[in-house]
């Protein structure tokens, strides 16, 4: 089915501007539950960084879904934070697996449009509560073990090097 005309376009673009920022939001919350499944990996394993390399390979090729089952695998999650990990896949799933097809008509409508902008920002918002929970134990994980191998290590240090180079960003604004 070729895109409709110029005009539509254009008014469409606040939709799809909002449904690409969701499911990059998505792909983050996904990227960092792989992330910590590498870190819990190398942590069981010599700290050569060849365990964190090929374990960050291998988790990268499951879907959501697998990486929770590994996360339930490798940690005694408890149940409540299972559950809500669990309601995570489900929106996750339902932005990427047919969120556009199953709103075609909603798209084609002005009000449509607002809601549908309103709803991606509804989901994004319940997928970033996770991601951050993620993140918390991210940061928990590397407290309490730290960084064993020598290249994420150096990564990491040149990543917080350059956030934190003088001139790089203004604090009133959030700009980096």
């Keep these: 089915m070729p895109f409709p005309d110029a005009e539509f376009r254009e008014a469409a673009a606040p939709v799809l501007l909002e449904f690409g920022t969701t499911v990059w939001h998505c792909q983050m919350f996904e990227s960092n539950v792989c992330f910590l499944l590498a870190l819990i990996s190398e942590e069981k394993a010599a700290p050569d960084g060849k365990v964190f390399h090929a374990s960050l390979d291998s988790y990268s090729r499951k879907t959501l879904g697998g990486l929770i089952r590994a996360l339930q695998d490798l940690l005694d999650v408890p149940k409540d934070i299972e559950e809500f990990l669990w309601i995570g896949v489900e929106t996750r799933n339902r932005i990427v697996h047919g969120y556009m097809t199953n709103n075609t008509a909603p798209l084609f409508d002005p009000k449509g449009r607002l ?53 790089t960003h203004d604090a009133d604004s959030g700009v980096h």
């Design 115 to 167: 809601g549908m902008i309103e709803e991606l920002q509804y989901l994004r918002g319940d997928i970033d509560v996770r991601d951050m929970a993620i993140e918390k134990i991210i940061l928990a994980f590397l407290r309490k073990y730290g960084i064993k191998s020598p290249a994420l290590r150096t990564a990491a240090e040149r990543l917080w090097r350059s956030a934190n180079a003088k001139g």
